[in-house]
């Protein structure tokens, strides 16, 4: 019940296209969800994250597009460039458990923006 | 601020020989966290300390690793004695409180030869 499933596992996207990522969970008692952005030889870093009494938040060209009834979230990166290409990662999180909430991170997507 | 600092940041060592990995969380954070990253098995926590105290370590994969935090700045994670297939990416990540933004430390590639 703690899993956090992800796809694609690799995505390439032509400079300016629509990058599309997904990720399913099945504990509903999961309540926030973040995305994180991998570079080469650097660890994941945070790049945007909601919880689910909205459908949607966006910043800047990344948007997470989230449907509670279907336990699904998605990353959207719109007019992808070459420097988005990194591996990203979503997680879910049961925030009100004081000491005990940890991450459950999906398996990774590889994007890749050509030129 | 100088972000969570991990040491070393690559370490080759010999099998059966024994290997800490050092991490000091940003200041003020209060959760502490391990991860390995392979290519195989993606990112796993390994343990996480909440107050200097292990909170959950059930992702420890063997006797051979033990994870401390002596205080609020500094945790290690021992593997004694290492092998082959512990050969990965170690990060360590600190948190302010238990549901704010986790930050990840550059992390320390581990080959075990």
């Known amino acids: 019940q703690q899993q956090v499933k992800q796809s694609p596992q690799s995505l390439i996207v032509q400079k300016g296209g629509i990058s599309i990522i997904n990720c399913a969970y099945e504990n509903t008692a999961f309540d926030y969800f973040p995305w994180y952005q991998q570079f080469p030889g650097k660890g994941p870093a945070l790049l945007i994250a909601i919880r689910p009494d909205v459908s949607e938040k966006k910043e800047g060209r990344f948007t997470i597009s989230f449907n509670k009834s279907a336990k699904q979230f998605s990353l959207h990166i719109m007019d992808s460039q070459p420097g988005d290409s990194a591996t990203y990662f979503c997680?879910?999180?049961?925030?009100?458990?004081?000491?005990?909430?940890?991450?459950?991170f999906g398996t990774g997507t590889r994007l890749q923006v050509t030129l | 601020d100088a972000g969570v600092i991990q040491s070393p940041r690559h370490e080759v060592t010999e099998m059966g020989q024994e290997v800490t990995l050092r991490c000091k969380p940003i200041?003020?954070?209060?959760?502490l966290f391990w991860y390995r990253q392979t290519m195989m098995r993606g990112l796993e926590l390994l343990i996480y300390?909440?107050?200097?105290?292990?909170?959950?370590d059930s992702g420890m994969p063997e006797d051979r690793f033990s994870a401390k935090m002596p205080n609020a700045s500094f945790s290690t994670l021992k593997i004694q004695p290492s092998e082959p297939r512990d050969s990965a990416v170690y990060f360590c990540?600190?948190?302010?409180?238990?549901?704010?933004?986790?930050?990840f430390g550059p992390g320390t590639r581990l080959t075990v030869t």
């Open positions: 300390f909440n107050n200097n105290v292990p909170i959950d």
């Open positions: 990540a600190s948190r302010l409180t238990s549901v704010g933004e986790q930050y």
């Open positions: 997680a879910a999180m049961r925030g009100n458990t004081g000491t005990a909430s940890k991450l459950t």
């Open positions: 200041s003020g954070h209060n959760s």
